[in-house]
Structures are given as C-alpha cells and as structure tokens.
Antibody, heavy 117, light 110 residues
Framework: QGHLVQSGPEVKTPGASVRVSCKASGYTFNTYGIIWVRQAPGQGLEWMGW????????NYAQKFQGRVTMTTDTSTNTAYMEVTSLTSDDTAVYYCARDGRFRADYWGQGTLVTVSS | QSALTQPRSVSGSPGHSVTISCTGTSSDVGGYNSVSWYQQLPGKAPKLVIYDVTKRPSGVPDRFSGSKSGNTASLIISGLQAEDEADYYCCSYAGTYTYVFGSGTQVTVL
C-alpha cells in the first residue's frame, strides 16, 4: 500500500524558485516512476512530467521544459521537483503521484505554492 | 499536448446513471488502452477509480465502470449516490512517458 507525503506550503516572490519534496513509503521506490501534476485555483489537473526512480530518466511536458527539474533520491525514497522563474501563474497545488504502470495509483496530499509580491 | 475534452458538468438523480465522455485523438485515447479516471472531492487529492479503460482498483464500488470507442473514453456511474458528487478527470497515456488529463467534469447529484 503506497503512501506519499509532500512538503509543506510555500510562499514565493515572482522570479524565485521553489522545490517540493515527495517522500514515498510502503513500496519499492526504485521500481516505479513518479509523476507531478498541478492544479491552479479553480482549474483542472495539469500533467507536468514524469521521472523514473530507477535511473532518474525524466520526461517533461513541453510547457515546462527548461523551467522544471525533477530528481529522486533512492537513499531516502524521496522525489523532488523544482520550478524556477516563478510567476503568479504558477500559483497552484502541486501533487506527486506514483506511476503504477500507466495510472497514478497513489497520490500525495498536495503542496500549495503561492507566488505573490 | 491539448487537454482531453470532457463536458463541464453532468447531473443525475440518486439511483440513476450518468456518463462522462472524454475525447482525445489517435495519439492518446485512441492509440492506447491506458485511460484512467480520477475522482476529486473538494480540497482533496485525486483518487483513482478506473484504470486501463475498464479496470477498477480494489475498494472502488462496482457502480463505477469504464469503456472506450475510438478516440472517446467514457466513465459510467450507475446507481448514483450523494457521495459520488465530485469532480472527475480522465487521463490518457500519450506515448514516451507522456500523459494528458481531461478538462474535468463536475458531477451533481440532484
């Protein structure tokens, strides 16, 4: 039974960067991928990218390429996502989820990132 | 990658059925049997209710079912209950570790 716990809420100023963590437990971390999804206030889910914990291979949505970096630390079973050059449009709840073979079967609780001057 | 198209809202009376459509292209929905559906209650993380078009995770009531025809997938909720009132999102694999979500549908139980 997988379980993902994310880091706490963040408040950032425009132009700053933010790093969100996602600690996994209850399954063998390096045999699954992690996907990252965000949801702006009142909006739908948006897929941001994917990383395999096995070797760190990534694939980012075109919209976020060059501004998002996803990594994993297999020693602590933790995935990270960093977003740079934040604008108010990046204000959203960011979710991590386990890629259980073409489906997101376990989700973190979400991390609210607020970008405001 | 454009979002998959879902109706903004659907509604139904308790005990009745509702169907939510999810329309994509041959590069996503039509190209793979890897469509999943998620239920999102207000203020909560999404929850997987259907995967691989038709499969239900353990613990999900059999009132939830899925199907696909061509580039359109569907989620059917039979025997609608008050607790089913939520937002629902489809998601499709689109090749090379890429996924695309639907625009989301609000289900209202009358």
């Amino acid at each position: 039974q997988g379980h993902l716990v994310q880091s706490g809420p963040e408040v950032k100023t425009p132009g700053a960067s933010v790093r969100v963590s996602c600690k996994a437990s209850g399954y063998t971390f390096n045999t699954y991928g992690i996907i990252w999804v965000r949801q702006a206030p009142g909006q739908g889910l948006e897929w941001m990218g994917w990383i395999t914990a096995y070797n760190g291979k990534t694939n980012y949505a075109q919209k976020f390429q060059g501004r998002v970096t996803m990594t994993t630390d297999t020693s602590t079973n933790t995935a990270y996502m960093e977003v740079t050059s934040l604008t108010s449009d990046d204000t959203a709840v960011y979710y991590c989820a386990r890629d259980g073979r073409f489906r997101a079967d376990y989700w973190g609780q979400g991390t609210l990132v607020t970008v405001s001057s | 990658q454009s979002a998959l198209t879902q109706p903004r809202s659907v509604s139904g009376s308790p005990g009745h059925s509702v169907t939510i459509s999810c329309t994509g292209t041959s590069s996503d929905v039509g190209g793979y049997n890897s469509v999943s559906w998620y239920q999102q209650l207000p203020g909560k993380a999404p929850k997987l209710v259907i995967y691989d078009v038709t499969k239900r995770p353990s613990g999900v009531p059999d009132r939830f079912s899925g199907s696909k025809s061509g580039n359109t997938a569907s989620l059917i909720i039979s025997g609608l209950q008050a607790e089913d009132e939520a937002d629902y999102y489809c998601c499709s694999y689109a090749g090379t570790y890429t996924y695309v979500f639907g625009s989301g549908t609000q289900v209202t139980v009358l």
